[in-house]
């Protein structure tokens, strides 16, 4: 929509209400704002921008104070009007009407919305609090720390904390986003049949892929069998504001709740993994370090909340649930192969399979013992 039509349709006396809220006051009276596009420019399909609102307030007697504020602007969908769809257009504004993200467990803390605003063409608008973070790579201890606080927050679900009974909180999440995956993907198999012949990684690559195709049905029955938790399905370093002060009290906020699900154990580690990668943020060639990281502080995570369950239901969640990433993957990967075989991406993205083609044997022993 861009900055000037956000900016030309902003009730402003919504804005005075909000931000004399954030304020805690009720005589304060805006002196200036203004409007900035935030956020990642690869939006999700129900998603037209994020908006960071940012002004000036008196608030009596020559006392001027500061505020911000996010707009999250969620357009309707017809094609993601199923609340059975891995992205169903309204869950995140439902997930807010509902007061499910007011207190969740385990310090995990979601911003406060302040208002939800139905426009007359459609789309929704989320006037959200702003949360401060620390706008800074990612170390090796803040990915130990988030996934223990992971582990911690679903742990609490099997240890006597009521999962949401909600239609629109989506159950077979993995199921919906592998369907999609498939309805969008091409495959280039016979222009590029001589490289996945003669190039021995590919070859590999292409031949457990096949396998793992011939897999999935029993994967995500697994899955759906898995202890069951409350699952965010899109935790990963842009969703997570890291800041020093909360870690310390133990408390973590987590942004964006559109893919909020009912889901097994370790399916949001495996996601968290594969984004992390796939995205560019953990190096490549220390995969099994990050790996196992990821992994070994989710259930340190679990233990200290108290779940002293089989370590193998959670480890079985996250393997698989980044070893399906390849249903999206390796069609990108030939995609590229097939218009550079050299390419920088090209390369990123065969290592990036190689691992999942990897996790997915691992998960395929665990499974037989499983069963």
């Known amino acids: 929509m861009g900055v000037l039509g956000i900016s030309e349709r902003i009730d402003v006396d919504r804005l005075q209400t909000i931000s004399n809220h954030i304020l805690q006051t009720e005589d304060g009276l805006i002196t200036n704002w203004c409007c900035d596009e935030i956020g990642s420019a690869n939006r999700n399909f129900v998603t037209d921008g994020v908006y960071r609102i940012s002004g000036m307030t008196d608030i009596g007697e020559g006392v001027i104070r500061s505020w911000t504020l996010v707009l999250k602007v969620v357009i309707a969908d017809p094609k993601r009007d199923d609340p059975a769809h891995y992205n169903y257009w309204r ?100 222009s590029i049949k001589e490289l996945i012949v003669s190039n021995k990684r590919l070859a590999a690559i292409n031949n457990r892929f096949n396998l793992l195709e011939r897999s999935i049905n029993d994967w995500l029955i697994t899955l759906e069998l898995l202890p069951r938790t409350f699952a965010h399905q899109d935790f990963y370093e842009l969703n997570i504001l890291l800041n020093s002060d909360r870690l310390q009290k133990g408390r973590l906020a987590v942004i964006d709740w ?99 083609m990897e996790a997915a044997t691992e998960a395929e022993r665990l499974l037989i013992n499983l069963k």
């Open 91 to 190: 869950r995140e504004i439902l997930t807010y009407q509902s007061g499910l993200l007011n207190s969740l467990p385990a310090n995990v803390i979601a911003p406060e919305c302040f208002a939800i605003e139905e426009k007359v063409d459609g789309s929704v608008w989320l006037w959200l609090e702003e949360i401060t973070h620390e706008p800074r790579s990612w170390e090796w201890n803040d990915y130990a720390n988030a996934a223990e606080k992971l582990g911690e927050f679903q742990a609490s679900y099997l240890l006597g904390n009521p999962l949401p009974e909600l239609p629109w909180v989506n159950r077979q999440w993995m199921r919906s986003w592998i369907k999609e995956c498939k309805n969008y993907r091409i495959m280039p198999y016979e």
């Open 258 to 356: 559109q893919f909020a699900s009912i889901s097994g154990i370790g399916e949001d580690l495996g996601r968290f993994i594969g984004l992390s990668f796939s995205r560019g943020h953990v190096p490549i060639d220390k995969f099994r370090e990050y790996r196992e990281l990821f992994l070994s502080s989710y259930i340190k995570g679990m233990r200290q909340a108290g779940w002293h369950g089989d370590e193998t239901l959670p480890r079985f969640g996250c393997l698989a649930s980044f070893a399906l990433r390849s249903v999206w993957e390796v069609p990108k990967l030939l995609q590229k192969l097939e218009q550079d075989a050299e390419s920088p991406e090209s390369l990123r993205l065969m290592l990036i399979t190689e691992q999942q």
